[in-house]
């Protein structure tokens, strides 16, 4: 039966590891057994390894506004001088790095979209390199991701047409942060507030892409909500918790999704999209559309 809720999920996981919970969940859904499903789940981590080692600094995107921030905040994050540290300069720009393979119609997985796809890898990439974990140690934390995207679709939405960015950005950061905190020790509880401080941070953020192509704002969000997933899953991990139940959390998010104005709902016609340089490319892109 599927996951319906977080309140469900952190029940299940007192008893039971949360990965063992997820995969009888996945066989009972999809008519699998556990290797099929494993094993599929397993390939899933290897098409975003691939997709990282297929990062290419020199592409461009469709309207030249996307490509090569990944390479120069990598080159960056090794200087010495960052801010954040060297860690952090990885996961940002892991991060910069898939958004823009997306951008430049490369093979990426979607997680839970294509527009969110580098939140994932980014926090979950830089981690296993550092910890030194194998790819079947990292699916677990794959199946915990998942479960949480899929509640999200179920009680709000994944699609920023429907709920605006907060339902992809939002949803790849929540994922993020309980992937995070599950493959650092944490109780199934801490994992689902986890997600929940992760979707409250970016709780209203509004779907606004530049002439309709998922390049700005989205490549950079991706950092964004990589960010927020690792001091997510950090702020659960401490043992801090979410004030309000990680369900109505996602409720609130699937109101704020409805009240949204259909011009911040992926139609490109608000937010970004509406500032002067936003309506110059949008301008430009359709005066070169064949
Ligand atoms: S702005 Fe819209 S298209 Fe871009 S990542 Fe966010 S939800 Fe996706």
Known sequence: MAIESLAALTEAGKHEDLFDVIVRSDCVDRGVTPGESIAQMTALYGAIRRAQE?????????????????????AYASSGRTICGEYIGSVLAQALEMGESNACMKCIVAAPTAGSCGVLPAVLLPYQQR????????????????????????KASIAGAAGGCQAEIGTASAMGAAALCYLA????????????????????????????????PCVKRNAAGAMIAMSSADLALAGIRSAVPPDEVIDAMREVGDKMDVSLRETGLGGMAATPFGQAVSEKMNSTEP
Do not use: W
């Open 54 to 74: 297929g990062y290419d600094a020199g592409l461009r995107s469709h309207s030249g506004m996307v490509g090569g921030d990944g390479a120069r905040m990598r």
């Open 185 to 216: 020790g944490g109780s199934a509880e801490a994992v689902c507030h986890a997600a929940a401080m992760a979707i409250k941070s970016l709780l209203g953020l509004v779907c606004d892409p530049i002439a309709g192509l998922v390049e700005v």
């Open 131 to 154: 910890e030194g974990l194998s790819d079947t140690e990292m699916v677990p934390a794959m199946y915990v991701a998942g479960a949480i995207g899929q509640v999200i679709a179920q």
